[in-house]
């Protein structure tokens, strides 16, 4: 299912390069959808970089509180952090061109993850 929802947000937007299901408490990559093979080390590292733009459950790492999205920008890259609502162990990694449609990508982004995290 995951692998499904992934492959179909990556088809809608094709500027999202990498796209992982990943869960905060363990700091693990789930499930990948990538245009380019990532070794292990940087997909542990990409969630480990959602673990300290977002917080985790329970320890907020910047400010005073949790954060459900998360966004560094580069000149070669924007990389988007979201996380579930119902879950908050739950989190989007993504990488992508910098020029992509943030809004629009976002507004697709977010459902998926729901459908992914809750299992449906």
């Not at 320890?59 to 070669?76: E, L, V, W, Y």
């Not at 739950?90 to 976002?106: A, R, Y």
């Amino acid at each position: 299912m995951a692998t499904e929802e992934l492959d179909a947000l990556h088809s809608q937007f094709p500027k999202c390069e990498t796209l992982a299901f990943a869960d905060l408490s363990t700091e693990m990559v789930l499930v990948t959808n990538t245009d380019a093979p990532q070794q292990r080390e940087a997909l542990n590292a990409l969630c480990a970089d959602a673990a300290k733009s977002l917080g985790k459950p329970g320890s907020p790492n910047f400010g005073d509180g949790q954060s459900d999205t998360a966004m560094i920008a580069t000149r070669d890259q924007l990389t988007i952090f979201l996380r579930a609502a119902n879950e908050p162990s739950d989190v989007l990694c993504c990488i992508c061109q910098p020029d992509i449609d943030v809004s629009s990508f976002l507004t697709a982004a977010r459902p998926t993850l729901q459908k992914i995290s809750s299992g449906s």
